[in-house]
């Protein structure tokens, strides 16, 4: 079992960047492929990335190709996600996830949450 907290959220205007941190308070990363959703009311969980287990592999979502990565330090037992040019649009509830499964992709694969951390972009 692994507990995750997500940080680094804000308020950003738009063009700029930030740098979101999913640590686990309690067990290890390194066990879980790892991803990052997002959600804004009324909307559904969204992908945003995925990395597997020793960062060898990564996944993002078309539309965030380019601007996001992902990547992870298993030492330091943290996940993280730079998101360069941030658009009004990228503002959402962002959430890390651990998966014991081979999908990156789905939500219905992850297996622990974090709380997630607020990210808004003015325009």
């Known amino acids: 079992q692994v507990q995750l907290v997500e940080s680094g959220g804000g308020l950003v205007q738009a063009g700029g960047s930030l740098r979101l941190s999913c640590a686990a308070s309690k067990g290890t990363l390194r066990n879980y492929r790892m991803g990052w959703f997002r959600q804004t009311p009324g909307n559904e969980r969204e992908f945003v990335a995925g990395?597997?287990?020793?960062?060898?592999?990564?996944r993002y979502a078309d539309s965030l190709k380019g601007r996001f990565t992902i990547s992870r330090d298993n030492a330091k037992n943290t996940m993280y996600l730079q998101m360069n040019s941030l658009k009004p649009e990228d503002t959402a509830l962002y959430s890390c996830?651990?998966?014991?499964?081979?999908?990156?992709?789905?939500?219905?694969?992850?297996?622990?949450w974090g709380q997630g951390t607020q990210v808004t972009v003015s325009s």
């Open positions: 996830a651990a998966s014991v499964s081979a999908s990156l992709v789905y939500s219905r694969d992850y297996d622990y």
């Open positions: 990395i597997s287990w020793n960062g060898g592999i990564t």
